[in-house]
């Protein structure tokens, strides 16, 4: 039992002039008598993120040979290793709706929908929603943001439907997700504006933090501390790219705020997401790594050709290798999230304890762009109901559109069908 000077409320924000810094879950806000804290999940959040990435993968470079838990890791998924308690992979699942005749096009409006384009709305008002904003409107409605979109692509995916007709746009500048999270104003010019003015947000709200402090018990203090110093560190970050010659990009005409190191910019990204969900801005996110037919360059990786042509590989040895290469890295920045959630403590757990994480892609083999058999891993516990530790392997044919609705069903988000869905993948 942790002994605080005083219960505070779970809401609790920091504010000063253009900032509202919200605070992560501590001690001293589970025993407070609010509706939140006495739902049936206890004292933390739902979390749901869904991370994809294109052109598939070298699904036996992805897949693991051996099921059950005493796999061995696949050279693609290796990066993961260190999270293998946490860890589903879950093979097998094909997204019928996506095999379509314009590929590229529908891959990325299919993915979290699992309902053709030319379908949505057909067999209903949510026939098409996806499931991010399916989740959004049961576990997002508490929170400041109810979801967030977000890609390192010069323009966004078409990933998250909040409508048969209305696809939410992702934001791939960091500088104006950093704004979203933590400045305050009306609009993105307004917090913009006001941040140029008064510098860095911590100095804004330094005296209410200290005062803060002071009330806490030992072991919040110490959350509340690393917090804001991870608050901190990444507003540098974010300034040092806004600093950078644009000139000097890759990816021409990138906002201002945008890195010009793709690893920096993953980096940014996903700390971003584990502060948003850490404190409690929204509980659920969606994340393009990139968009599809991306022409994307992996010189960091030694790799001149184009991602996208790349990925039509025709078999050739080389070309395979490389292709696999992307996709590990793609793999070890993600795995620098699931670190960071696994060492953010709350008050029963970690937020990777409470958060249940996909990462995947809505193609497999990319020469062919096949729908079948997916790739797919599932990180975090949703507060204990995901076991981890396991290689699943479905028979063929089997719909990924049920492994969704299987993390509704372990999140206890009342939802009933998504897509083509048939039932919930008891073994996950």
């Known amino acids: 039992m942790y002994i605080t000077k005083k219960h505070i409320s779970r809401r609790t924000v920091l504010r000063g002039v253009g900032a509202t810094i919200a605070l992560p879950l501590l001690d001293a806000m589970s025993p407070a008598a609010t509706a939140f804290a006495q739902t049936a ?7 749901l993120a869904f991370v994809g990435f294109p052109h598939g993968a070298v699904m036996d470079r992805w897949s693991p040979k051996q099921d059950g838990p005493d796999y061995e890791m696949s050279p693609i998924l290796e990066p993961l290793a260190p999270f293998r308690q946490h860890l589903t992979i879950v093979s097998g699942l094909r997204n019928k709706p996506a095999e379509t005749p314009e590929p590229h096009g529908y891959i990325e409006p299919t993915w979290l929908t699992c309902v053709k384009p030319w379908d ?45 007709k209305q696809s939410l746009p992702q934001e791939g500048n960091p500088r104006a997700v950093f704004q979203k999270l933590f400045g305050h104003g009306d609009t993105d010019k307004e917090r913009a504006a006001i941040l140029a003015e008064t510098g860095s947000i911590l100095d804004r709200v330094k005296e209410q ?13 110490i959350i509340v501390s690393d917090y804001l110093d991870s608050v901190r560190e990444i507003e540098r970050r974010v300034e040092m790219a806004a600093q950078q010659d644009s000139s000097r990009l890759d990816i021409p005409d990138a906002p201002v705020g945008t ?27 969606t994340f393009s790594m990139d968009r599809e037919a991306s022409m994307r360059t992996y010189t960091n990786l030694g790799i001149a050709e184009a991602f996208h042509p790349l990925s039509h590989h025709g078999n050739n040895p080389q070309k395979l290798d490389r292709l696999a290469q992307i996709q590990k890295y793609h793999t070890e920045v993600f795995a620098k999230f699931v670190e960071r959630l696994s060492k953010a403590q709350e008050a029963d757990g970690t937020v990777l304890d409470h958060s249940t994480i996909l990462f995947g892609s809505n193609m497999s083999n990319s020469d062919r762009h096949n729908n079948d058999p997916l790739p797919n891993a599932v990180l975090g516990h949703a507060h204990g109901r995901i076991k981890g530790g396991q290689h ?29 869905s048939g039932g919930v993948l008891s073994e996950v």
Do not use: C
């Open 41 to 47: 999940a206890g004292s933390t959040p739902k979390r």
């Open 209 to 221: 933090a200290a005062r803060l402090q002071s009330s806490l018990g030992v072991r919040d203090r």
């Open 120 to 164: 949505f709305g057909v067999a209903g008002p949510d026939s098409g929603v996806s499931a991010d904003q399916l989740a959004a409107r049961h576990i997002g409605k508490d929170a400041r943001l109810p979801s967030l979109e977000l890609t390192t692509a010069q323009v966004g995916a078409r990933v998250a439907w909040r409508t048969p």
């Open 392 to 420: 699943l392997r479905y028979p063929q044919d089997s719909r990924f559109s049920d492994l969704l609705l299987t993390l509704f069903d372990r999140n206890n988000i009342p939802v009933e069908k998504i897509g083509d």
């Open 259 to 285: 890195p010009n190191d793709i690893t920096e910019h993953f980096k940014l990204m996903f700390d971003l997401m584990a502060l948003a969900f850490q404190a409690d801005i929204t509980r659920v996110i």
